[in-house]
C-alpha cells in the first residue's frame, strides 16, 4: 500500500504540473493522438541521451511520413535509419500513420488543409508540449507519398517547419508556403511509380517541384554539380529569404526506392540530416520576407 501511494502522489504532481509521465522516456512508443474525430498513431523516438542534450538547449524534432500502404512502424524500420540517426545525433523523431486501405497520406491538391495536414501540425504542437523542442529546428521527411505529403505539409503549415526533405514526391499545388521552407529533394529517374520528368497527376513534375520552392523562397539561379562519376545530378539554388536553399538529387537509373548509397547514388538519411541541421529557420528574417511578400502582393493588386 505505501507504494502504491508513493506512485499515486508522483503522478499527480507529475499531472499537476503539465509533465506527462510518458513523455521522457527513451526509445521507441506506440501512441495516439485523437485528431477530427479520429484516433491517429504515431511511434515517438526518443534518443538516448534526450535528457542530456535538453538540459544545453532545446532539440531539433524530424517528422518521418512513410509511403503508400506503409505506416509508422515501416517508417521507422533500419531500412530508412532515422531512429538510429536520432540516437546518435540526439534529436526526437515521430513516425505517424495514414489512415486508408491501403494507407496514404492526403495532400493539399486543393490548396486546403485535409485532416492529415492537421493531425500533423496538432502533432507538432503535441510534441512541443510535452518535450524540448526547438520550434525553429521542426523538419519533415517522406518517401512517395510521404514525400507528396511534405510538399503539402509546407504549403499549407510552412510556419510549423523549417525545411522539407521529400522522397520520391511531387509538389501537389503552387501553393505558397506562409513563410519561407528549405527543401532538399531525392528522385531516381527511372522511377516508375512517381515519374521524375513527367508527373500523371497533373502535378509540377520532379525537377519543376524544386524550381518551384526555389522561386517561392526567392532562391538565386540555379548551379549544377556532378556527383558519383556523372551519375547524379544536384541542382541548388542559394540565397533564398531568410537564408534559405532548395537542392535537387536526380539519381541516373534510380528507382522509386529510397537512396541508400554506393557507387552510383547517394546516401538521402546522412544527406537529409546534415542539411537539416544547416537550415533552421530564421525567424526574424523570415518574418520581414513573409512581410515583404505580403506587401508585393498588395501593391501588384493596386496596380
Known sequence: MHLRTSLFFLLAAALALGAPVHAQKQGTTSRTLESSGEQREFLLHIPRRYKQAAKKAPVPL????????????????????????ADKEDFVVVFPTALGKPTSWK???????TEDSVFL????????????????????????????????????????????????????SRGKPAMPVSLISFHGMEDDVVPYDKSPWGTPNAPESAALFAKHNACGPVARTELKKGLVHLDLWEDGDAGTEVALYSIEGGGHGW????????????????????????????????SSGRSKKAKSRKN
Open 62 to 85: 524530424v517528422v518521418m511520413l512513410h509511403g503508400r500502404t506503409g505506416s509508422g512502424r515501416v517508417a521507422s524500420s533500419p531500412y530508412y535509419g532515422w531512429k538510429q540517426l
Open 107 to 113: 495532400g493539399a491538391w486543393r490548396g486546403k488543409p
Open 121 to 172: 501540425a496538432e502533432l507538432i504542437d503535441l510534441l512541443q508540449d510535452e518535450l524540448k523542442i526547438d520550434p525553429d529546428r521542426v523538419f519533415m521527411t517522406g518517401h512517395s507519398s510521404g514525400g507528396f505529403m511534405s510538399f503539402s505539409f509546407a504549403a499549407t503549415h510552412g510556419d510549423k517547419v523549417a525545411a522539407i526533405a521529400p522522397v520520391a514526391g511531387l509538389a501537389v
Open 259 to 290: 537512396p541508400r548509397g554506393g557507387r552510383k547514388s547517394v546516401a538521402a538519411t546522412a544527406l537529409i540530416w546534415e542539411f537539416f541541421k544547416a537550415h533552421p529557420r530564421k525567424r526574424a528574417a523570415a518574418g520581414e520576407a513573409a
